[in-house]
């Protein structure tokens, strides 16, 4: 199963190469979203379930500053695991990021996280 999972950081400059999933800039900072994303969606509800997350893309933001992030993560359905609650996961991960403002050195747009919304 897949959701996505949108933010925005607003200190990372969007730059035209990270619209370009084969250019060193795209490929280094999907891994760094990768790093910061995994664990914690490992330490949620789902974490057991969890697989990992793919970077789709990243997109331009509202501000000089901002650049949007675009990933599609999965995990495996079970009988366990009652449904997918996107809301508890965005709980989770707004809770784990301080109220959606940090993500590692990464500060976040508070009004940026999207749980396959």
């Given at each position: 199963e897949?959701?996505?999972?949108?933010?925005?950081?607003t200190n990372l400059m969007f730059t035209r190469d990270l619209e370009t999933p084969n250019s060193a800039r795209f490929r280094s900072a999907e891994r760094i979203m990768r790093h910061y994303i995994d664990p914690l969606l490992q330490r949620s509800s789902i974490g057991p379930y969890f697989?990992?997350?793919?970077?789709?893309?990243?997109r331009a933001g509202r501000h000089?500053?901002?650049?949007?992030?675009?990933a599609i993560c999965s995990y495996q359905d079970s009988a366990s695991l009652a449904r997918f609650d996107r809301e508890q996961v965005y709980q989770e991960l707004s809770t784990m990021t301080e109220g959606v403002t940090k993500l590692g050195h990464y500060s976040l747009d508070q009004n940026s996280?999207?749980?396959n919304g």
């Open positions: 897949h959701f996505t999972l949108n933010f925005t950081i697989s990992g997350c793919k970077v789709t893309g990243f000089r500053d901002d650049t949007g992030v675009d996280l999207y749980v």
